[in-house]
């Protein structure tokens, strides 16, 4: 079956130092990942997306990478702050797209940024 | 402000009392949808519209209802709620699919006694 896994326990991590998260799936053909940034009780906010040809994208201290072959998705956070801590989710969509099957969240992991 | 609201923010119902959840977005989108948030299940989509009178179901649609008469608005429905419907529930609503961003509203916490 389909599956998308991320940590699934907190992730500490020192200031100023680069926070790396993980997502890992399983029986998918993503044709684009999506990562979202969720605070509690409060709706996810978009962040980045990459595509299926892409290996690598950037925003400001965002990078993503793609690795199909791995089956995996990392996503780094440079000059990490306390700011940063919430918790961070995966999506995919895969080449049939639309919406029942065209996107699907992982649970996500919960970063913390300790000061 | 380009933004997805939603209405109420936090709802206490009873089991069977009929209730609407509002949805809006004023960014032209075309696609639209609902999800539910559930500790150790992540976010499920319950429904989701292409475009105005187009909808299809998520992954769990049992016990809801949707509606897009117009563009901007889509209803989530709960003809009947039962305790099993208590949950966090999001609308998103993006350009044209799920291949571009989604924009999130606030969340309704709904608790059905």
Known sequence: SQKIEQNSEALNIQEG???TLTCNYTNYSPAYLQWYR???????????????????????RLKVTFD?????????????QPADSATYLCALVP?????ADGLTFGK???????? | EAQVTQNPRYLITVTGKKLTVTCSQNMNHEYMSWYRQDP????RQIYYSMNVEVTDKGDVP??????????????LILESPSPNQTSLYFCASSLYGTSYEQYFGPGTRLTVT
């Open chain 1, 17 to 19: 130092k680069t926070a």
């Open chain 1, 38 to 60: 969720q605070d509690p009780g409060r709706g996810p906010v978009f962040l980045l997306l990459i595509r299926e040809n892409e290996k690598e994208k950037r925003k400001e």
């Open chain 1, 68 to 80: 199909t072959t791995l089956k995996q998705s990392l996503f780094h956070i440079t000059a990490s």
């Open chain 1, 95 to 99: 080449y049939s797209g639309g919406g």
């Open chain 1, 108 to 115: 996500g992991t919960h970063l913390i940024i300790q000061p």
């Open chain 2, 40 to 43: 150790g299940l992540g976010l």
């Open chain 2, 62 to 75: 049992e016990g809801y209802k949707v509606s897009r008469k117009e563009k901007r608005n889509f209803p």
